[in-house]
């Protein structure tokens, strides 16, 4: 039996109450996590890290044995091969986008500006505040 055919039968005997189970381990996980570092603050930041890394390491795993956890990583999978599928920008092309979207800025910020400034006036002489 291959490795993918044993975990596809994995995941097919996943029950209900065996995923409830894991989501709960991962939960404590977490949980234990945040309360190791706030009642364990003497402890070197070298060692803080380490612990954390390998609960969120445990964490993973675990969660990746639940069926959210494996429609999770597929989808992260799948955006890694559409993301690789984007063309990017040039340089020069981002550069032009960039100085237009700031001209452009420019320009409403201006116009907005002399609106107000005419809106100020005419409601102040209509007001008799201005002459």
Known sequence: MSLSVKTEFAASTNSP???GIMWFLVALMI???FVANVFLPEQTNALRLLWNLIAGLIVLGLASFTQKGKR???FAKDAR??????????????????VMIIVVVVVTALFLWGIDSVLL????FVTGQRS
Request: avoid cysteine; proline fraction near 3%.
């Open 17 to 19: 109450r065996l995923e």
């Open 31 to 33: 949980s234990g996590v």
């Open 72 to 74: 999770a990583w597929a």
């Open 81 to 98: 091969v559409e993301l690789r599928k984007v063309i990017w920008p040039t340089r020069q092309e981002t550069i032009q986008s960039t």
């Open 121 to 124: 006036w005419a409601v102040g």
